[in-house]
C-alpha cells in the first residue's frame, strides 16, 4: 500500500525574508497541486527560517504542531525601540546603550517562566478585531500579559562600540507557544536599561523539526549580526514595504518546488508523541487493508487490545512499516472511533 497521497503530509519549508508566511505556501501548492495547506506558526514578514506546513488530509494536525516548543536566534539593536519592535516600524523611543553586565542580567531576568504583554502590531485579537489592524488605525492597544515560557536564552555575539557598550547583540531563544521574540528583545532591552528592537530573526526548530532538513534551506544563507544589519539597510534604502508581495519569488522556484515533492513526509511516532498522541500499531497487510477502508474497529487488527486503551484519549495508528495511517479516539464512555482515516 502506499504510504500516502502526493497531497498528504508535512513539508519543512524555509521561508526568506521578504514574504510573509501565507505566501511563503505558494511553491508547496504549486508542488503539490493542491490548495489545502496550513502552517502550524507564523513568521513575520521580516524574518526567516523554518515553517512546518501540513498538506492534505494532515491538516488536521495543524493546530497539534502549533503548539511545539520553538528555537530561534534573534538579533538585536539597542538605543532604539520601535512601534512594531522590528526593523520596519517607526522609533518611538531612544535611550542609551546598554553594558554587557547589564544585557547578560538582563537575559537572566527573562528565562523562565514570565508574563509577556503581546505587541501591539500582532495578530492577537482584541475586542474581535486584530491588534495589529488598530494600532494601523492609530487606536489604543491593551493587551494583557499572558504566561509563556523561555527555556534557554544564550547570548552568541555581540558588537559594540567604542566605548565599550553593546550596539547589537544575537541571542538564540528556546520559548513556548506563543512567545513574541520581538517582545523579548524590547523586554530585555529595557531591562539592560536601554532600548531595543530586532533587526533579525530566524527560526531554527519547531519541536522535532530542524530548519536543516526544510526545503529552500539553501538559499538562506548564514544568519548573522552582520547579515541582518545588511538586511534592515537594504529595507530603508528601498524605501518600499516589506509587507508588499508583488513580484516577490523565490530564486529558482522549481527547483525548490522538487525539494518540495522529494522532501514530503508523513507522522512518525516522535512527532505524534509531541502532538500529544499515544501510538498503536496495525497487526498486518490484511488488518491495514481493514482499517484504511473504514471496517469497524477491533482488537484483532491491532497488536494492543483496544480494551486496555486509556479513556479520553487519541491515538496515533501505524503500519508494521511505521507508516501512518491515521487517529483513533477512545472516548470517556468506552467506545472507540476513528477519528480520521489515510487511505
Not at 516522535?270 to 477491533?298: H, Q, V
Request: charged letters at 25%; proline letters at 3%.
Amino acid at each position: 500500500m502506499s504510504e500516502f497521497s502526493s497531497h498528504d503530509g508535512i513539508v519543512l519549508l524555509a521561508k526568506r525574508t521578504g514574504l510573509t508566511s501565507f505566501a511563503s505556501l505558494h511553491s508547496v501548492k504549486k508542488a503539490l497541486g493542491t490548495t489545502k495547506v496550513g502552517h502550524t506558526g507564523t513568521l513575520d514578514s521580516f524574518a526567516q527560517g523554518l515553517l512546518v506546513v501540513c498538506t492534505g488530509r494532515l491538516t488536521k494536525l495543524a493546530g497539534n504542531i502549533t503548539e511545539f516548543d520553538k528555537s530561534y536566534e534573534a538579533v538585536i539593536k539597542f538605543g532604539q525601540e520601535t512601534d512594531t519592535l522590528e526593523y520596519t516600524g517607526s522609533i518611538i523611543k531612544t535611550a542609551p546603550l546598554p553594558s554587557l553586565e547589564a544585557l547578560n542580567k538582563a537575559i537572566s531576568k527573562y528565562t523562565g517562566n514570565i508574563m509577556q504583554s503581546p505587541p501591539s502590531f500582532s495578530a492577537v485579537h482584541v475586542n474581535g478585531k486584530r491588534a495589529s489592524d488598530l494600532a494601523r488605525e492609530g487606536k489604543t492597544v491593551e493587551i494583557p500579559p499572558r504566561p509563556v515560557s523561555v527555556f534557554k536564552a544564550n547570548l552568541i555575539d555581540t558588537k559594540k562600540d567604542s566605548w565599550g557598550l553593546i550596539e547589537y547583540c544575537k541571542i538564540s531563544f528556546t520559548v513556548s507557544k506563543g512567545t513574541y521574540i520581538r517582545c523579548l528583545a524590547r523586554d530585555i532591552a529595557i531591562e539592560a536599561g536601554s532600548a531595543g528592537h530586532l533587526v533579525g530573526l530566524y527560526r531554527t526548530r519547531v519541536g522535532n523539526f530542524d530548519i536543516k532538513d526544510a526545503a529552500g534551506f539553501g538559499e538562506l544563507g548564514e544568519f548573522s549580526i552582520e547579515s541582518a544589519i545588511a538586511e534592515a539597510e537594504r529595507f530603508h534604502l528601498a524605501k518600499t514595504d516589506i509587507n508588499t508581495e508583488k513580484s516577490i519569488s523565490y530564486p529558482d522556484d522549481s527547483q525548490l518546488q522538487e525539494e518540495i515533492r522529494r522532501n514530503l513526509r508523513g507522522l512518525d511516532r516522535s512527532t505524534a508523541s509531541l502532538c500529544g498522541f499515544e501510538s498503536i500499531t496495525l497487526k498486518d497487510e490484511a488488518a491495514e487493508k481493514d482499517y484504511c477502508n473504514g471496517k469497524p474497529l477491533r482488537s484483532a487488527l491491532f497488536t494492543t487490545n483496544l480494551h486496555d486503551l486509556a479513556p479520553s484519549a487519541c491515538y496515533a495508528v501505524f503500519s508494521k512499516e511505521e507508516v501512518f495511517r491515521g487517529l483513533i479516539e477512545k472516548e470517556s464512555g468506552g467506545r472507540i472511533r476513528h477519528r480520521f482515516v489515510l487511505n
